[in-house]
C-alpha cells in the first residue's frame, strides 16, 4: 500500500512538471472582472469524476480526449487524457477618442494647432475562456486532474 501511494504521488508530480513546462500561464484577470469558473471547482462532466472510475467510465462522462500523453512508468501504465471546453464569452465595447486638430492662423499671422473636434471609433473586444483539463490515468482508471484557465482576447 506504501509503494502504490508513493507512485501515485510521484505520477502527480510528474504531471504537474509536465503541465508546468506544456502550458503558458492564463492572464491575469482584470480587477472587478466576474470570473464564472474556477479552476478549483469543476463546472463541467469532470464534477462527476470519482477517484479510481474505470476509463471506460471516464470516456462515458468526458467523452473522447483531445489528446492523449503516455508517460513513463515502471509500475503501471500511466496516461495524461486531455481535454478543451468554452467555458464563458463575453463582449465588451470599446471606443476610441481621437482629437481633430487643424492649423489656425492669428491677426499677426502667427499659427497654431486649435481642436476642432473628437474622432471616435467603436470597437468589440471577445473575451473568450476555456478550460484545459488534464486527467491523469494509471492502469486506465482516475487518478487524479489539472484545471487551467486560459483567456484569449479578440477585437472586430
Not at 39 to 65: F, I, R, W
Not at 69 to 74: F, G, I, L
Not at 113 to 139: S, W
Request: with cysteine; aromatic share 4%.
Amino acid at each position: 500500500m506504501y509503494h502504490r501511494r508513493l507512485l501515485l504521488a510521484a505520477l502527480l508530480t510528474a504531471l504537474l512538471a509536465h503541465s508546468a513546462c506544456a502550458s503558458t500561464p492564463a492572464p491575469s484577470k482584470a480587477a472587478g472582472s466576474d470570473s464564472k469558473a474556477s479552476p478549483s471547482a469543476p463546472v463541467g462532466p469532470e464534477a462527476a469524476l470519482k477517484m479510481g472510475m474505470a476509463a471506460e467510465t471516464v470516456l462515458q462522462v468526458m467523452g473522447k480526449p483531445v489528446s492523449i500523453t503516455p508517460m513513463n512508468s515502471d509500475q503501471g501504465k500511466a496516461e495524461i487524457w486531455a481535454y478543451e471546453r468554452q467555458v464563458d464569452e463575453r463582449i465588451e465595447r470599446i471606443d476610441t477618442s481621437t482629437p481633430i486638430m487643424a492649423s489656425v492662423t492669428d491677426a499677426s499671422g502667427h499659427s497654431r494647432m486649435v481642436q476642432t473636434g473628437v474622432h471616435t471609433e467603436f470597437h468589440d473586444v471577445h473575451h473568450i475562456t476555456k478550460a484545459a483539463l488534464q486527467l491523469l490515468m494509471f492502469n486506465d482508471h482516475y487518478v487524479t486532474e489539472k484545471t487551467t484557465l486560459k483567456e484569449t482576447q479578440v477585437m472586430d
